[in-house]
């Protein structure tokens, strides 16, 4: 009963997340512009499941790796996209 009530959940969120997209926080650790991908230190990704944690994700658009330098904290959203997770949104916080 209460794991298909987390299903349930899940499947509500993951619905509600294609519509509205929820912005992540993270720092970023590293741009690389040759292969178009950031390195992102990021916080608990509900939509996506999750932890915490580094990892590099794809850019959608090539000119975002234009806006971030490393150390930079942001506000970003990520969605797989071909089977690769891609940054879709991404907004530098100031500081
Ligand atoms: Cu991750």
Known sequence: MTKSIALL???MLGTTAVGA???A???IRKVDRDAAKLT???GELKQLEMPAMTMVFRVKDKAML???ATGDKVR???ERVDG?????ALDRVKP
């Open 9 to 11: 959940l899940a499947a």
């Open 40 to 42: 992102i230190r990021h």
């Open 21 to 23: 997209t929820e912005m």
């Open 66 to 68: 234009e806006q971030v």
């Open 25 to 27: 926080e993270g720092e």
């Open 76 to 78: 970003f959203s990520a």
């Open 84 to 88: 690769a997770l891609t940054v879709t």
